[in-house]
């Protein structure tokens, strides 16, 4: 029999050499998959299964979401001024900075907590899943709050027959809390409690004290349920912990606020009672600003209306004792010229008392929520007034921080660095407007010297009634002034709006975890990847020729009477094998 010369594969496409095409290793991979078929059919029900239970018995995490408006009027005066150059931020970039870090302070939370009733959690006690209820109880608890209330255990509620009520609870330790005073006020020692009481009744313990009253707008339940206390404190940081602000793209003031929770009802009426306490502090600010105008312009009109009531007196009794009745026409012009050149030395004296107490508050670092912001300041003061906003918004956000970041926070830094640089700028700012008071101020005291001068040459009678009638209409001319300032400034408060404003309410946008679509995915995926993975290693670890064709990949194209010699002794081999384990 010819044999073969060695060199490349023959036409059979066997032997050394031989480039293989991948169909032949393709058909060994699908029957190793075939016939290790009891594999996949164990792993992909174990592992979807798996995630089924997964789901079903995991509490959902759901997010709720509520768009607001943050108008930025103030910061857009701002740009004229140009103080934060260098900062590298646009005004409604940092607006909606300063927007986030007032959103998620502790003063803002705490007070949605206060207004929210979510001092007591309610729970469906199921088999492998507790379900957080929110006004959807059949019961409503009501707190004792002069009495210490244990935090954070569960107190165990049953309904039973005939209208009573099954409570019990345990612990070994906890916190004891007084929410009439807000306060801490010791631990709880290990105890153990069991009552039955009826519905209104109060049911009291060292631990706690609380009435169970039903729920009117629900039917009676007759399942288990577990109520726990949770201070307003210990809510703050909790919610704060899970509220995010994102804004819709660099440089909108459309705004994003999300909250996550296990309640979706809960989560909606959080984000809607944080919307209301924005845009209601907004508002208060503006009318805060407003208040304090009108406490200082008032504060005037006191001091003013005193001083007008006493020349009015004095002109009357000079009229009554004298029968002075009408002065010349030259007298009674010189008069009116004199009145209305006191009347705005006045207001310029009253202008440059106000920039002094500002300028004293910056120097002495005693601005805080305490600021004056005039109602009567003329155009040339815009400049400082809207120094004065930005101070105090710059304030706002510097507190804020600290309370939610620390003072070792980079951004507390800068915040500093702002107001320093705004405060700087608004001393220089006043300074300049209390230099041009005192020219104006000058030239006033010279125009009465000379008019004054002038009516020193009117007779001597004439020229005392002139002196009353002049203090009396300038004090009067001023209390007409203020009067018309304090109604402009009380329609100004009355019609003012907040800057934010809410665009879509409160909505539940999706659940955050578990994500069921994802886990599915990635659990049919592993229930393939682990029996391949088992019958690759499996075939790593193979040392055993099963077939011709592994004999002829590991021992190249022999003639075929080699080969079948060879198959023939393998096939013996295994044979003796086989008789000899049996």
Same mark, same amino acid.
């Given at each position: ?7 490349? !594969?023959?036409? !059979? ?45 995991? +509490? ?89 209330? =244990? /935090? ?6 049953? =309904?039973?027959?005939?209208? /009573? ?103 909606? !009426? ?30 005037? +009109? ?5 001083? /007008? ?69 003329? #155009? ?24 939610? !970041? ?22 220089? &700012? ?22 004054? @001068? ?22 009067? &001319? ?25 665009? #879509? ?9 578990? #994500? ?16 391949? &993975? ?21 021992? @190249? #194209? ?25």
């Amino acid at each position: 029999m010819a044999i073969p010369p060695k060199g490349p !594969a023959n036409a !059979a496409g066997h032997g050394p050499g031989f480039k293989n095409d991948g169909f032949s290793d393709i058909k060994k991979i699908v029957r190793l998959v075939l016939h290790h078929w009891f594999l996949f059919a164990l792993s992909i029900p174990l592992f979807l299964g798996g995630v089924y239970i997964y789901h079903r018995y995991t +509490l959902p995490v759901y997010k709720g979401t509520v768009t607001m408006l943050f108008k930025s009027e103030s910061e857009r005066m701002m740009r004229d001024i140009n103080l934060m150059e260098g900062f590298g931020l646009s005004a409604e970039v940092r607006n909606i900075e300063n927007q986030s870090f007032i959103i998620r302070s502790q003063k803002t939370i705490r007070e949605v907590i206060d207004r929210l009733d979510f001092r007591v959690s309610y729970f469906a006690d199921g088999r492998f899943k507790d379900t957080e209820l929110y006004q959807s109880a059949p019961f409503v608890i009501e707190l004792e709050e002069s009495h210490p209330q =244990m /935090l954070g255990v569960p107190i165990y509620i049953s =309904m039973a027959e005939g209208g /009573l009520i099954n409570v019990s609870a345990s612990s070994e330790s906890g916190i004891l809390h007084r929410f009439d005073e807000d306060r801490t006020v010791g631990r709880a020692v290990p105890f153990e409690f069991e009552k039955t009481v009826k519905v209104g009744e109060l049911v009291e313990h060292h631990n706690f004290a609380f009435r169970i009253h039903r729920n009117d707008g629900l039917t009676s339940g007759s399942g288990e349920y577990y109520v726990q206390f949770h201070s307003h404190a210990q809510l703050t940081s909790r919610y704060r912990s899970r509220v995010n602000v994102s804004n819709y793209r660099e440089g909108s003031s459309i705004v994003f606020i999300g909250s996550t929770g296990n309640n979706p009802r809960k989560i909606v !009426a959080f984000l809607d009672v944080l919307s209301d306490v924005i845009v209601e502090n907004n508002l208060k600010r503006k009318n805060d600003m407003a208040t304090r105008s009108l406490d200082f312009i008032q504060n005037q +009109l006191k001091n003013v209306a005193d001083t /007008l009531n006493q020349t009015q007196q004095q002109l009357m009794a000079f009229r009554k004792e004298n029968r002075f009745m009408v002065p010349s026409e030259f007298a009674s012009d010189l008069a009116g010229q004199f009145i209305e050149k006191e009347k705005e030395l006045r207001l310029l004296e009253i202008r440059y008392d106000y920039f002094q107490q500002l300028k004293d508050r910056l120097k002495n670092g005693d601005m805080k929520e305490e600021y004056l912001l005039t109602a009567f300041a003329n #155009d040339d003061a815009g400049v400082v007034n809207q120094l004065v906003g930005k101070y105090m918004d710059v304030l706002s956000e510097l507190k804020s921080v600290e309370l939610t !970041a620390g003072t070792a926070n980079p951004y507390y830094r800068q915040l500093e660095q702002e107001l320093k640089i705004v405060s700087e700028t608004m001393i220089q &700012a006043i300074d300049k407007r209390m230099e041009s008071i005192l020219v104006r101020q000058g030239e006033m005291n010279r125009q009465i010297a000379a008019l004054s @001068g002038r009516m020193n040459n009117l007779p001597e009678l004439e020229k005392e009634y002139l002196e009353l009638e002049r203090a009396f209409k300038l004090n009067d &001319a001023i209390y007409t002034f203020l009067l018309q300032k304090n109604s402009e400034t009380q329609i100004a408060k009355a019609s003012n709006i907040p800057d934010n404003e809410v665009l #879509d309410q409160a909505t539940i946008s999706g659940i955050v975890s578990p #994500d069921k679509k994802g886990n599915y995915g990635k659990a049919f995926l592993l229930s393939l990847i682990l029996p391949a &993975a088992i019958i690759g290693l499996r075939e790593m670890l193979n040392t055993r020729v099963r077939d011709r064709q592994e004999m002829e990949t590991i021992a @190249g #194209d022999f003639p075929n009477m080699a080969v079948s010699f060879v198959i023939a002794w393998w096939a013996k081999m295994r044979l003796t094998n086989r008789l000899t384990h049996f």
